[in-house]
């Protein structure tokens, strides 16, 4: 087991900003990757930004130059950092670690839909944008 905690999720106006992090536990891994998904209701968790343990960042277009992902490796914690926010930005936003290579997957797929190669999920935090 690798439990996985968010917080940080809050309610705010267009244009502000939100900081998120994930507390990751139980990990022994040398490599991997970890990234922040978002889903709102009726749709698919998709993938926002991804990072691997060589510290290289994708993010999911609709979120570049607005959000940067980051980790500490030292004490284990995932961190979004989430600016210019819109209201599409609105959902549940969830962490997740998995030890596998995901490079190519990433090249090839882009980061939304990475959902299904991780193993390791937090239970997610809201985040709401609306004025």
């Known amino acids: 087991q690798v439990p996985l905690v968010e917080s940080g999720g809050a309610s705010v106006e267009p244009g502000g900003s939100l900081r998120l992090s994930c507390v990751v536990s139980?990990?022994?891994?040398?490599?991997?990757?970890m990234g922040w998904f978002r889903q709102t209701a009726g749709k698919k968790r998709e993938g926002v930004a991804i990072i691997g343990s060589d510290d290289k960042t994708y993010y999911d277009d609709s979120v570049k130059g607005r959000f940067s992902i980051s980790v500490d490796k030292d004490k284990m914690i995932l961190s979004l950092q989430m600016n210019d926010l819109k209201p599409n930005d609105t959902g549940m936003y969830y962490c997740?670690?998995?030890?596998?290579?995901?490079?190519?997957?990433?090249?090839?797929?882009?980061?939304?839909?990475?959902?299904?190669?991780?193993?390791?999920w937090g239970q997610g935090t809201q985040v709401t944008v609306s004025s």
């Open positions: 139980g990990f022994s891994w040398s490599a991997f990757y």
């Open positions: 997740a670690a998995d030890p596998g290579d995901f490079t190519a997957v990433i090249h090839n797929r882009g980061v939304r839909q990475l959902s299904g190669f991780f193993k390791y």
